[in-house]
DNA sequence: CGGAATTTGTGCGTTAACGAACAACTTTCT
DNA sequence: AGAAAGTTGTTCGTTAACGCACAAATTCCG
């Protein structure tokens, strides 16, 4: 549910945010040390110095809370996005770079230790919060352009995009050559840029 | 009162800890950047991400918080004490050296910034723990020599070497001459040594 | 000087985190 | 296999921290 965008009700309790960011940075940490598979709750409460209860009220279990460590890595994405000088980066494809340079700078030091399990929940979540963001992103250039439509539905060409990202992200992550984000980039670009162009 | 000494009662509560820590590293981290004086209460709640009403149920202002930052510092001291291999360097005058480097390390970064107000603080709770860590270390030793005594009350004795203490430690901040922390405290050395020995 | 603004310290109803205990389940060891 | 050890997820009474509002004291400034 909502990362922290829309300025609607209080400001999150100093206490939830702390236990949140607590518990989370200590996920991060061990999946520094050791594999996700074998990270236990309890490893993860002792470093978080928090109680057990605490983390149930927030988490439903550690693949939760695993899937909710994206919007560290995403959620700075829509501010970046929305404070650009308005020029023409804007495109539906403005997300892609950063996620392919964070990816490649986490890569040895916690994505390798995720294993199949962990690698499927985050990709999971990733095209979840993508979707939602491209989607929203869409409507409102759509908008913009007065309502233009006829082509593909915004909403499943979200679903396209977030989908053919996730694709090429694993699939490069997978990949035992060595390429570098930017050139990645160019070939998740080079694979939908023509659909795009179609529209 | 207790500072962490005793094994009696239930380990304090993570709150507390969390709360206590997050104040003293504020406020420490502030007077890196200015002045004692000028650091107002607001500012360290903001810093630290503490409510208003969590500060004054530890702490009674900021100058008592200020006091309590010195068992970061002395804190350590009798965990290497006692963890020591017993061999025979624990006289009466283990402490000084350890605390003469310490200053020395955080001379330029926060102690200059105490002022006159803040270093009277300081050095009078400095001397406070000081006895009260000095008095128990020597008649922890008197025992051992089965209760010799007969020369200078152990109480008062305790009194005296944390007060000389203060006062080098206060010469040696205030004098503009860089004397090296060995060097200070050799001549703290010879200045109790005569007593000591006499007794 | 004197009013405005800031800072201080306190009170209080609400809520998140605590800690401890628990049954159910999984792992490990022999 | 079967006992011992460890892990998971839940519950519940207690308590620390929250946020907010307030009067008193202090500092700022025209």
């Not at 050791?34 to 550690?62: C, N, Q, W």
């Not at 230790?113 to 929203?136: D, F, P, S, Y």
């Not at 060409?157 to 990949?175: C, H």
């Amino acid at each position: 549910m909502g990362i922290r965008s829309m300025p609607a009700g209080k400001r999150t309790d100093r206490r939830v945010a702390r236990t949140r960011k607590a518990l989370l940075d200590a996920l991060h940490s061990l999946i520094c040390e050791k594999d996700y598979d074998s990270i236990v709750v309890k490893e993860i409460l002792d470093r978080a110095d928090v109680g057990r209860s605490a983390f149930y009220t927030h988490f439903v279990d550690k693949d939760d809370l695993l899937a909710h460590g994206i919007h560290d890595i995403v959620g700075g994405l829509p501010a970046r996005h929305s404070q650009s000088d308005e020029s023409r980066n804007d495109g539906p494809l403005w997300f892609s770079q950063t996620i392919f340079e964070h990816v490649d700078r986490q890569r040895r030091t916690t994505i390798h230790r995720l294993g199949r399990r962990g690698a499927a929940i985050l990709h999971q979540r990733l095209n979840q919060v993508l979707v939602k963001m491209i989607a929203e992103q869409l409507d409102t250039e759509a908008r913009k352009q007065h309502k233009r439509d006829g082509g593909i539905p915004s909403d499943l060409l979200a679903q396209y995009l977030a989908g053919t990202f996730v694709l090429v992200l694993n699939w490069w992550i997978e990949s035992k050559s060595q390429i570098s984000p930017s050139a990645v980039n160019d070939l998740f670009s080079s694979l939908v840029m023509p659909v795009l162009a179609s529209n």
